[in-house]
């Protein structure tokens, strides 16, 4: 039994590859350390890399997912053997990729097509989790009704949104950014695999996915580049909202154990909304508050009044669906996992 990780240099291919090397799969990474292209060589991944390959269950390919060919030499080395495949390679920023909007696509659509479409040839029983984000909802959560309070913007309690956005939402008539786009793309993609050709595929659209291993840069990592900023008394600087923009943020081990549930009981097709849900949501303001009470450092921050484009005010993922699907629940809250990410700094 085979596991394919995408991006298994990264945040959440490092975790999974760890937690299924646990559960006593051979694990396959696929990654070229395109972070270090993207964000710059204090962002590289390298590092991880040498850490995965200790394990003597792990094999490493530094292959570019944009390349059909190099791919399918995986897959017909491996064929029926793999098991699952865990898409989590990507293009992961809105500014980037206004950059250079042909990476951002080819990589987070094209790179997509290129898996789903080897797994239907070699693979067609294996399960395919394509790691999507909230992002596919465009600006559409910023119409809420929301109020501004001390530190952050909420929703009112009788709102049907309270406990977050549900799949229902949705993804049309809205600005995305490029990334969103791109996003999307790959999002429908691998719908469409499941629904129409057959394949088992879940598509997790996931808020701020955060923990120790994330390699944090200024223009990708929210939580972890906060606590780097902080630590290493970097200027951070917030981007609209007063700073008062609310986020869930779920801790990676946490997203690929719900990941494991889902390939013990794959659908096809499936969408599911993933975060830390309302108990582990925090605005900017909220989080440097956390960061500073364990960190006794101050932080460092301006606030810009212009937000980023596409950018949510709110969000909070609504985690009902998963909750009457699987047998699944968070382990670490948001103290938790910051206390942890500064644990990784100081």
Same mark, same amino acid.
């Given at each position: ?221 929210? &939580?972890?580049? $906060? ?5 290493? #008394? =970097?200027? *951070? +600087? ?7 923009? @609310? ?71 609504? &985690?009902?669906? $998963? ?5 699944? #629940? =968070?382990? *670490? +809250? ?7 990410? @500064?644990?990784?700094?100081?």
């Amino acid at each position: 039994m085979i596991a394919l990780v995408t991006g298994s240099q990264g945040l959440v291919g490092s975790e999974a590859v760890k937690f299924l090397i646990n559960k006593g799969l051979d694990v396959v990474g696929i990654d070229n350390d395109k972070r270090k292209y993207f964000f710059g060589e204090e962002a590289s991944t390298k590092n991880i890399k040498k850490e995965l390959l200790k394990y003597k269950k792990y094999k490493h390919k530094s292959i570019d997912i944009r390349s059909y060919n190099g791919l399918e030499k995986i897959f017909k080395q491996y064929g029926k053997d793999i098991t699952l495949i865990i898409h989590a390679a990507a293009q992961p920023s809105h500014d980037w990729a206004i950059k250079e909007p042909l990476t951002d696509f080819n990589i987070n659509a094209t790179g997509t097509l290129n898996l789903l479409e080897l797994t239907k040839i070699y693979s067609n029983q294996a399960v395919f989790i394509q790691v999507s984000t909230n992002k596919v909802y465009g600006d559409t959560p910023n119409r809420l009704p929301l109020k501004e309070k001390e530190t952050r913007y909420e929703i009112d309690t009788s709102h049907n949104y309270y406990y977050g956005i549900d799949e229902t939402m949705s993804i049309d008539n809205s600005t995305h950014s490029l990334f969103g786009v791109s996003k999307c793309a790959g999002d429908l993609l691998a719908q469409e695999y499941g629904r129409n050709i057959g394949l088992k595929t879940g598509i997790f659209r996931a808020g701020c996915i955060t923990g120790p291993n994330h390699a944090g840069a200024e223009l990708h990592g929210f &939580l972890n580049y $906060l606590v780097k900023a902080n630590v290493e #008394k =970097i200027p *951070y +600087t917030i981007y609209g909202y007063k700073g008062k923009q @609310v986020r869930d943020n779920i801790h990676s081990y946490d997203l690929i154990n719900c990941f494991w549930h889902f390939y013990e009981l794959p659908q096809k097709g499936e969408v599911y909304n993933i975060g830390g849900g309302r108990d582990n949501s925090c605005s900017i303001l909220e989080a440097v508050n956390i960061i500073e009470d364990y960190t006794k450092v101050k932080m460092n921050y301006t606030i810009k009044e212009q937000n980023r484009i596409g950018d949510h005010q709110w969000y909070i993922s609504n &985690l009902d669906k $998963l909750y009457t699907h699987f047998n699944w #629940k =968070i382990k *670490y +809250t948001l103290k938790e996992t910051i206390k942890e990410i @500064v644990g990784r700094y100081k």
